[in-house]
Structures are given as C-alpha cells and as structure tokens.
C-alpha cells in the first residue's frame, strides 16, 4: 500500500469515526434507557398481540399454582 493510498484510507476512517462520535454524543444519556425507549411501540398491532400472549400464560401459570395449592 502506497503512501497516499494510506492517507486516503486513514482520511476515510477518520470521517467515519466524527460522524459516529457526533452520533453517539447526540443522544440524550442522561436519561435512562427506558425513557430513550418509551412509546417505540405505540400503536404496534405485533406487540400488543406479544403482550396478550405473556398475560395468557402470565393467568395460566396463576391458575396453575392455585390448583395445586388446594390439594
């Protein structure tokens, strides 16, 4: 690798490493990760089908140990 094929290259790399540094520093950490995340999916059909089956089995699993309880 020549000199000024190197050059370009570190040029390249250098670019690439502000624009994700001026990425990274953009977000608001301050706030904790869930408040980052809170409200991605509103109104998501796919996820509100996700959380009817976790409280189905969440019951199910209640049920369950209430059953064997009583014996």
């Keep these: 690798m020549t000199r000024s ?3 370009k ?3 390249i790399l250098e670019a690439e ?6 990425k990274v520093e953009g977000t608001d950490a ?3 990760w869930w408040e980052r995340i809170a409200g991605t ?3 998501d059909p796919v996820h509100e089908k996700a959380m009817q089956f976790g409280r189905r089995y969440r019951r199910s699993q209640k049920a369950g140990v209430s059953s ?4």
């Design 68 to 71: 064997r309880r009583q014996k």
């Design 17 to 22: 490493l502000a624009r994700l540094k001026s």
């Design 9 to 11: 290259r570190v040029a």
């Design 30 to 32: 301050a706030k904790p």
């Design 5 to 7: 094929q190197l050059e």
């Design 41 to 43: 999916f509103q109104d």
